[in-house]
Nanobody
């Protein structure tokens, strides 16, 4: 089994920054793509960013140029650096980690951006 522990959410003013972390533990031989998704109130969960084991990244258009995904394979941790935050970035952020053919989700961390 794989466990994911997220941290780094909080309340920030528009224009501010936050850094999310998600650490994976458990019976893991190799981690594939890791990513971040978010869900705003009343909306479906949407992709924010993904990063492959080789470091290739993919971002939602709404966060390009503002958010940066990175990972530390030795620490089994994925990060999301969020800059120039906007009120529309408010939501619960979930990390996602793929191990072999299984996909795991973190518990979610709240990000609130005030105007």
């Amino acid at each position: 089994q794989v466990q994911l522990v997220e941290s780094g959410g909080g309340l920030v003013q528009a224009g501010g920054s936050l850094r999310l972390s998600c650490a994976a533990s458990g019976r893991i031989f190799a981690i594939g793509t890791m990513g971040w998704y978010r869900q705003a109130p009343g909306k479906q969960r949407e992709l924010v960013a993904t990063i492959t084991s080789g470091g290739s990244t993919n971002y939602a258009d709404s966060v390009k140029g503002r958010f940066t995904a990175s990972r530390d394979n030795a620490e089994r941790t994925v990060y999301l650096q969020m800059n120039s935050l906007k009120p529309d970035d408010t939501g619960v952020y979930y990390c996602n980690v793929n191990v072999w053919t299984n996909s795991y989700w973190g518990q979610g961390t709240q990000v609130t951006v005030s105007s």
